[in-house]
Antibody
Framework: EVQLVESGGGLVQPGRSLRLSCTAS????????MSWFRQAPGKGLEWVGF??????????EYAASVKGRFTISRDDSKSIAYLQMNSLKTEDTAVYYCTRAPVVAVEAGWFDPWGQGTLVTVSS | QSVLTQPPSVSGAPGQRVTISCTGS?????????VHWYQQLPGTAPKLLIY???NRPSGVPDRFSGSKSGTSASLAITGLQAEDEADYYC????????????FGGGTKLTVL
């Protein structure tokens, strides 16, 4: 069974950093692009960023709202994708979801499955 | 303000057919980018419902169908069931500015 499990969420003060992990199982992790999304409490879905597989350079794309503050990376040997979040703001408070991207091009991207999500609360 | 526009809510009785619209513009749906749909049951993560405008992943009932025309797309649900009560989101890509994946604001489906 294909499964994604996020971890690392919690309460963090504005301006601080946090790293989320997404542990994958049930598929060959290194063959797939991965993406992160978030959902603020009571709000809709928002794309955060995308990382291609190593076969396509492992390059990344980010939403304008997080570019320069967030970094996505991957460790194919451990089947883990990471979301490093720096200079956190109160508006970054959300449930963060990890997803698998069955396509290479982000502009064609659809995402399946989704992890259960991990809550990040940015507050003093 | 979402880039893609969905009605905030729709409703229908069991067994009925409902549609959810997703309206975009010339920089996203109208530019030829595919539309995908997700279902989010209360308190759970989103689940892929339709990809590539009209394709159903394995396991999704054929009561769910998608279509796209011009700058809009639609999700149709026939034979409405109580377990279909959820939030539904459309997603595409927008090429304006630096490019981004974009969503509709979500539609709450209530089964009466």
């Amino acid at each position: 069974e294909v499964q994604l499990v996020e971890s690392g969420g919690g309460l963090v003060q504005p301006g601080r950093s946090l790293r989320l992990s997404c542990t994958a199982s049930g598929f060959t992790f290194g063959d797939y692009a991965m993406s992160w999304f978030r959902q603020a409490p009571g709000k809709g879905l928002e794309w955060v960023g995308f990382i291609r597989s190593k076969a396509y350079g492992g390059t990344t794309e980010y939403a304008a709202s997080v570019k320069g503050r967030f970094t996505i990376s991957r460790d194919d040997s451990k089947s883990i994708a990471y979301l490093q979040m720096n200079s956190l703001k109160t508006e970054d408070t959300a449930v963060y979801y990890c997803t698998r991207a069955p396509v290479v091009a982000v502009e064609a991207g659809w995402f399946d499955p989704w992890g259960q999500g991990t809550l990040v609360t940015v507050s003093s | 303000q979402s880039v893609l526009t969905q009605p905030p809510s729709v409703s229908g009785a069991p067994g009925q057919r409902v549609t959810i619209s997703c309206t975009g513009s010339s920089s996203n749906i109208g530019a030829g980018y595919d539309v995908h749909w997700y279902q989010q049951l209360p308190g759970t993560a989103p689940k892929l419902l339709i990809y590539g405008n009209s394709n159903r992943p394995s396991g999704v009932p054929d009561r769910f169908s998608g279509s796209k025309s011009g700058t809009s797309a639609s999700l149709a649900i026939t034979g409405l069931q109580a377990e279909d009560e959820a939030d539904y989101y459309c997603q595409s890509y927008d090429s304006s500015l630096s490019g981004s994946l974009v969503f509709g604001g979500g539609t709450k489906l209530t089964v009466l």
